[in-house]
């Protein structure tokens, strides 16, 4: 695997426990993200019970664990009631609510607070220039910005995600997170254009050992693999 070169940490990003605790054993993960899609998706009932249970194993990565409340007040709760359970939780906290209402002000009480927040689903540099002032006297932040959504959209993430590196590189305690990528060359992009940090899902951390694979080998490989499953289907003609 050829991660060396690329000057960027990997944080896993999912909300299986039994590949979370696996993943915190892999020295090229450097962290954690969750969110509550995420949750829902793994089965998780108890949220609360969840992230303890998580966090008695994994005590020197960072994990981030999201609020699920839409009013400011409850997120704050929240938020301070997550930040309790271990000094390597971020707190991520939506760059709005559902109503579109700007989270500033709240993030900014917690960074004072000393609560480390990450800032999540961010897609434009416009947001990230009305949240940075909101981080700047805190412990250390996050902010995610979702490039893989922002290339669903049929628009190239990579001048974006520039601007947002330009825009922080005065900041040193924010770190930029490319989240939600589509591919394993997001990371060599990422990479590029100075992230701090990738999430990557579990099946795109199975696939990082391609990187730099000769390309000729991995042609033969797919070659083998259509004629195999076309050998097992037992087809005909």
Not at 38 to 65: C, H, N, Q, V, W
Not at 84 to 99: A, C, D, H, L, Q
Not at 177 to 194: D, K, M, T, Y
Request: net charge neutral; hydrophobic share 45%; with cysteine.
């Amino acid at each position: 695997m050829e991660l060396k070169k690329f000057r960027i940490k990997i944080f896993a990003d999912g909300a299986e426990k039994d590949l979370m605790l696996q993943m915190a054993k892999n020295s090229i993960i450097a962290g954690f993200t969750t969110n509550p899609t995420l949750m829902r998706k793994a089965g998780i009932k108890d949220y609360k019970a969840f992230a303890k249970e998580i966090l008695s194993e994994i005590k020197d990565k960072p994990i981030s664990f999201e609020v699920f409340s839409d009013e400011f007040d409850e997120m704050e709760r929240q938020a301070r009631e997550i930040a309790s359970w271990g000094e390597n939780v971020y707190v991520k906290i939506p760059i709005t609510n559902t109503k579109g209402e700007s989270s500033a002000k709240l993030i900014e009480k917690l960074s004072s607070a000393n609560v480390k927040v990450n800032v999540t689903a961010i897609m434009t540099l416009e947001q990230v220039k009305k949240v940075v002032p909101a981080l700047l006297h805190g412990p250390g932040a996050y902010v995610s910005v979702f490039a893989g959504r922002i290339a669903d959209t049929g628009r190239d993430p990579v001048p974006i995600m520039k601007s947002v590196v330009e825009y922080l590189r005065p900041y040193s305690n924010i770190e930029l997170i490319w989240a939600s990528p589509r591919e394993v060359l997001n990371v060599v992009q990422a990479s590029e254009v100075g992230c701090h940090i990738i999430t990557l899902t579990y099946d795109l951390i199975k696939k990082l050992d391609l990187i730099g694979k000769d390309l000729n080998e991995f042609s033969l490989e797919t070659v083998k693999m259509f004629y195999e499953d076309a050998k097992a289907s037992g087809f005909t003609l």
